[in-house]
């Protein structure tokens, strides 16, 4: 190769490609076409610490060195446009550089407003949120979803004066401890093996001190045992921590409902409080988020991806009043003596993340509907060509996922015997993740950028045209793959 593959990417790679030299062939063209990017990249290992995605299985392979985005595209610096199907981790629900939002935040830029003051926008946003989530009572302001968890989880303890929390075995809820424990990212090829009624707190990375194991709960989600669990040890709980439709459950909404319908029934009953993880999820799934789709009401919510993609830090903690007082001052000189928690920094709710999420959720609020209508036409579109090439081409391919949050696509994905975490991953097939993750390569060449495990977030943005578009690349893809003896054709992968 005439280019040099950052170490990542050879790691990868090798895994991906093994001996299969039509597959080297599309990797050294994807190289070819956006060499810039590549030289890009080994030049960012020199000073940067991480990729832009660090996460296990979504390192990026080859990414493309981005010059401006708008609407459902993106440029990168070698001039190549692309149908984006990551759509910056499904926050630009809008698209990329929205009118409304871009346009606010530019008017907003020269009032020249830095850190550390009060604007009226905070409160409009706040009363905002208010409004559109059903039994929000305060709002508070934060940097990532990660952070607005540890927040809330930290005022759920301060509120309670306990210690445990419970969390659910394959859900990531961003780079803090309870993120961290027993997320989807521990899984290594191996499914645990631990009893449902005694998961081991499992840490999934390293850098994270001495946090003793017995502060967690590991639940099962979508099983009995889960419920038998809480009320066995609701004395002990601080809160619950949940997505109410985790990633892994995007297929099957229906039993996350009654799941979740159940779950706080049991927490209420047992005065445990209920911390909704709706950093992705929120805002979609409906205008007042999971609560309003759910007809549920937590104590509190976390929202984050809420500044249209635009790449301005901002999330949110929702909830009874009674939790987000602990984060008020009581006075100079009373906050240690009350126990206040301190979740303060420097650029906390900043002028313009404040402003930019404002215009976007007044946007959602007042198009809502069409918003909803778009994503799900938009899924459905794609979902029906997909079945028609899967019936020429004898290979099995569809969308995985529900079209209002994160969408992949699926090679002859089998059918878990149960609707939970370790029935799914049970199910997935080692020759079908290897497929997937070479189709991100045949994509790249037909203009389409997907994460390294194919993505289709499909935006507001996206036309019919961007659809049909799509849908010949994957076509193109997968027929040539067949070629390249990666699929086979009229054959289960």
Same mark, same amino acid.
């Given at each position: 190769m005439s280019l040099r593959l950052a170490p990542h990417e050879s790691t990868t790679l090798s895994f991906v490609c093994r001996r299969n030299a039509k597959l080297w062939d599309v990797v050294q063209a994807v190289m070819d076409l956006q060499a810039s990017s590549v030289r890009f990249n080994l030049r960012s290992l020199e000073s940067l610490s991480a990729t832009p995605s660090v996460l296990t299985y979504e390192a990026p392979v080859l990414s493309p060195c981005v010059q401006s985005a708008s609407g459902a595209h993106f440029v990168d610096i070698d001039g190549n446009q692309f149908i984006d199907c990551h759509?910056?981790? =499904?926050?630009?629900? &809008?698209?990329h550089n929205p009118p409304a939002v871009a346009q606010a935040v530019s008017d907003a830029m020269c009032r020249g407003l830095g850190v550390g003051f009060a604007f009226e926008e905070q409160a409009e946003l706040?009363? &905002?949120?208010?409004?559109m989530v059903p039994g929000t009572q305060a709002v508070a302001f934060f940097h990532t979803g990660g952070e607005a968890i540890q927040a809330a989880v930290r005022m759920?303890?301060?509120? !309670?004066?306990? !210690?445990?929390?419970?969390?659910?075995e394959g859900c990531y809820h961003g780079s803090n401890e309870v993120g961290l424990y027993n997320p989807w990212m521990s899984l290594t090829g191996v499914i645990p093996e631990d009893p449902l009624d005694n998961i081991a707190p499992k840490i999934a990375t390293g850098g994270l001190g001495a946090t003793p194991d017995s502060q967690y709960l590991i639940l099962p989600y979508n099983s009995q045992i889960a419920l038998k669990l809480i009320e066995q040890q609701a004395s002990a709980l601080a809160a619950i921590v949940v997505e109410p439709l985790p990633a892994f459950m995007s297929p099957y909404a229906d039993q996350a409902k009654q799941f979740m319908t159940q779950l706080h029934a049991v927490a209420s009953a047992n005065k445990v409080p209920l911390i909704f993880d709706e950093i992705v999820g929120g805002f979609r799934l409906a205008q007042g988020g999971a609560r309003e789709w759910l007809g549920l009401t937590p104590q509190i919510s976390c929202f984050g991806k809420i500044t249209s993609g635009l790449g301005l830090p901002l999330s949110m903690v929702a909830g009874e009043s009674n939790f987000l007082e602990t984060g008020r001052t009581s006075g100079f000189g009373r906050d240690s003596a009350n126990s206040k928690v301190w979740v303060s920094s420097t650029v906390q709710a900043g002028f313009l993340p404040v402003i930019a999420a404002l215009a976007q959720l007044r946007f959602v609020k007042n198009h809502f509907s069409e918003i909803a209508t778009k994503l799900d036409n938009n899924f459905r579109n794609l979902s029906e060509q997909l =079945?028609?090439?899967?019936?020429? &081409?004898?290979v099995e391919l569809r969308l995985s996922g529900n079209p209002r949050t994160q969408v992949h696509l699926a090679i002859a994905e089998g059918v878990p015997e149960n609707a939970d975490y370790r029935s799914i991953m049970r199910s997935s097939s080692h020759a079908s993740f290897l497929s997937l993750m070479a189709m991100t390569l045949y994509l790249r060449l037909q203009g389409v950028y997907t994460k390294t495990v194919p993505s289709m977030n499909l935006s507001f943005a996206h036309q019919d045209d961007d659809i049909d578009r799509l849908a010949i690349a994957i076509r193109n893809a997968v027929e040539q793959m067949c070629l390249d003896g990666v699929l086979t054709s009229g054959a289960k992968v």
């Amino acid at each position: 190769m005439s280019l040099r593959l950052a170490p990542h990417e050879s790691t990868t790679l090798s895994f991906v490609c093994r001996r299969n030299a039509k597959l080297w062939d599309v990797v050294q063209a994807v190289m070819d076409l956006q060499a810039s990017s590549v030289r890009f990249n080994l030049r960012s290992l020199e000073s940067l610490s991480a990729t832009p995605s660090v996460l296990t299985y979504e390192a990026p392979v080859l990414s493309p060195c981005v010059q401006s985005a708008s609407g459902a595209h993106f440029v990168d610096i070698d001039g190549n446009q692309f149908i984006d199907c990551h759509m910056a981790y =499904s926050s630009a629900i &809008l698209g990329h550089n929205p009118p409304a939002v871009a346009q606010a935040v530019s008017d907003a830029m020269c009032r020249g407003l830095g850190v550390g003051f009060a604007f009226e926008e905070q409160a409009e946003l706040a009363e &905002l949120v208010q409004s559109m989530v059903p039994g929000t009572q305060a709002v508070a302001f934060f940097h990532t979803g990660g952070e607005a968890i540890q927040a809330a989880v930290r005022m759920a303890r301060c509120a !309670t004066g306990k !210690t445990r929390i419970a969390k659910f075995e394959g859900c990531y809820h961003g780079s803090n401890e309870v993120g961290l424990y027993n997320p989807w990212m521990s899984l290594t090829g191996v499914i645990p093996e631990d009893p449902l009624d005694n998961i081991a707190p499992k840490i999934a990375t390293g850098g994270l001190g001495a946090t003793p194991d017995s502060q967690y709960l590991i639940l099962p989600y979508n099983s009995q045992i889960a419920l038998k669990l809480i009320e066995q040890q609701a004395s002990a709980l601080a809160a619950i921590v949940v997505e109410p439709l985790p990633a892994f459950m995007s297929p099957y909404a229906d039993q996350a409902k009654q799941f979740m319908t159940q779950l706080h029934a049991v927490a209420s009953a047992n005065k445990v409080p209920l911390i909704f993880d709706e950093i992705v999820g929120g805002f979609r799934l409906a205008q007042g988020g999971a609560r309003e789709w759910l007809g549920l009401t937590p104590q509190i919510s976390c929202f984050g991806k809420i500044t249209s993609g635009l790449g301005l830090p901002l999330s949110m903690v929702a909830g009874e009043s009674n939790f987000l007082e602990t984060g008020r001052t009581s006075g100079f000189g009373r906050d240690s003596a009350n126990s206040k928690v301190w979740v303060s920094s420097t650029v906390q709710a900043g002028f313009l993340p404040v402003i930019a999420a404002l215009a976007q959720l007044r946007f959602v609020k007042n198009h809502f509907s069409e918003i909803a209508t778009k994503l799900d036409n938009n899924f459905r579109n794609l979902s029906e060509q997909l =079945s028609d090439i899967s019936n020429n &081409l004898g290979v099995e391919l569809r969308l995985s996922g529900n079209p209002r949050t994160q969408v992949h696509l699926a090679i002859a994905e089998g059918v878990p015997e149960n609707a939970d975490y370790r029935s799914i991953m049970r199910s997935s097939s080692h020759a079908s993740f290897l497929s997937l993750m070479a189709m991100t390569l045949y994509l790249r060449l037909q203009g389409v950028y997907t994460k390294t495990v194919p993505s289709m977030n499909l935006s507001f943005a996206h036309q019919d045209d961007d659809i049909d578009r799509l849908a010949i690349a994957i076509r193109n893809a997968v027929e040539q793959m067949c070629l390249d003896g990666v699929l086979t054709s009229g054959a289960k992968v």
